[in-house]
């Protein structure tokens, strides 16, 4: 059992759910696995003529695009270091993690790229946190967008989710403002009395604060590392 009760309920989409599932486990708590969303890859075409560096915001991305070898030489700028991880481990080898937000990878690549030596292009899902495009267009920057795939409800989320809450307690981690809000459709907070609540941010935190938790937890780094020693 863990200091916020027996169970950890993780609302985050696959495959990313079932990594933080074994990060949890040796915490003392059983992992409920219950994405919020499932994704559908585009299969889109990604052009990169005229393209000097790539922006990933999600590790989603790296893992559901079309890459090919051309591609695959490009620098990329990733949000955080398991959107590195998976830029990575999908065959990219100059991969320069932000740790942080949209805001900070929108520094990093402001701060080591020019305007003048091409385009950015952003491989992105149709849901996407912060505006990385806007920040790096009003440094003078080009950025291009290709859409991965696509995030929609889950069937199952709306199923079971009340059936969960009433029969367990302990903690829910939201990974994105957009698992929040679907989390806000769907589950009746007159059962989150027993449960407490963890956010990846600030943002994430908005549609579900309210009095009810028994904790309201933030993570002080929108990473999950930061989310992980909370608990």
């Known amino acids: ?33 219950l994405p919020a969303a499932i994704l559908r890859p585009t299969n889109s075409s990604i052009d990169i003529n005229g393209i000097q560096a790539l922006l990933v915001t999600s590790s989603n991305a790296p893992n559901l695009a079309n890459l090919t070898p051309e591609i695959l030489t490009l620098p990329v700028y990733a949000v955080g270091d398991a959107t590195a991880k998976a830029a990575r481990n999908a065959g990219f080898e100059n991969v320069v993690s932000a740790g942080g937000d949209a805001s900070t990878l ?38 291009r967008a290709t859409e991965i795939y696509e995030t929609i409800d889950n069937p199952e989320f709306g199923e079971k989710i009340n059936q969960i809450l009433a029969k367990n307690d302990g903690i829910i981690m939201f990974h994105s403002p957009k698992g929040a809000q679907r989390f806000r459709k769907y589950a009746d907070f007159s059962l989150l009395k027993n ?12 549609p579900i604060d309210e009095p009810i938790w028994a904790n309201f937890l933030i993570a002080q780094k929108p990473n999950e590392a930061a989310m992980i020693e909370l608990i």
């Open 1 to 33: 059992m863990g200091k916020f009760g027996n169970s950890c309920l993780i609302t985050r989409t696959m495959p990313g759910a079932d990594a933080t599932a074994q990060k949890i486990a040796p915490l003392g708590y059983e992992p409920i696995i």
């Open 195 to 206: 449960w407490s609540v963890l956010c990846i941010s600030q943002a994430s935190s908005i």
């Open 106 to 143: 929108a520094v990093l690549a402001a701060d080591r790229l020019k305007p003048k030596d091409g385009a950015l292009m952003h491989l992105r899902g149709h849901e996407v946190a912060g505006d990385v495009a806007g920040l790096l267009g009003a440094c003078k920057f080009e950025v």
